[in-house]
């Protein structure tokens, strides 16, 4: 019952792990591949939830979504929700600015 109970454990533990990493494009974001620095511009959709464009540094300037590792685009419950994940992944809010035309940007800096 023991062992069982602790495979168990093991199991979401691994569950809840792979489900917070953090994709753009199907790219997981990684120290490797990302500076210090990410800026999120969050995107809403009517019903309330969201979804981040993100710029890691990458060499194409374009519209790059977060996304899952097949590249399909993620929407987050909430802007809070994405937050969390990406506070979750290692990175906390830096600095938050405000665009007149498309709202708020969000600079988060690396934590570890």
Same mark, same amino acid.
Request: glycine share 8%; proline share 2%.
């Given at each position: 019952?023991?062992?069982? @109970?602790?495979? !168990?454990?093991? +199991?979401?533990? =691994? =569950? /809840?792990? /792979?489900?917070?990493? =953090? $994709?753009? &494009?199907?790219?997981?974001?990684?120290? %490797?591949?990302?500076?210090? $620095? =990410?800026?999120?511009?969050?995107? @809403?959709?009517?019903? +309330?939830?969201?979804?981040?464009?993100? %710029? $890691? +540094?990458?060499?194409? /300037?374009?519209?790059?979504?977060?996304?899952? &590792?097949?590249?399909?685009? #993620? %929407? @987050?419950?909430? !802007?809070? %929700?994405?937050?969390?994940?990406?506070?979750?992944? +290692?990175?906390?809010? @830096?600095?938050?600015?405000?665009? &007149? &035309?498309?709202?708020?940007? $969000?600079?988060?800096?690396?934590? #570890?």
């Amino acid at each position: 019952m023991k062992k069982e @109970f602790l495979c !168990l454990v093991f +199991g979401l533990f =691994i =569950i /809840a792990n /792979a489900s917070a990493q =953090i $994709y753009v &494009e199907g790219v997981r974001l990684t120290p %490797d591949n990302t500076g210090q $620095y =990410i800026e999120l511009d969050p995107k @809403f959709r009517s019903d +309330g939830r969201c979804t981040f464009i993100v %710029d $890691y +540094g990458q060499s194409n /300037a374009r519209e790059d979504y977060v996304t899952d &590792e097949h590249g399909k685009r #993620y %929407d @987050f419950r909430s !802007l809070v %929700d994405g937050l969390n994940v990406f506070y979750q992944e +290692g990175w906390e809010v @830096f600095q938050i600015t405000v665009m &007149e &035309e498309s709202g708020r940007r $969000y600079l988060l800096k690396r934590r #570890y």
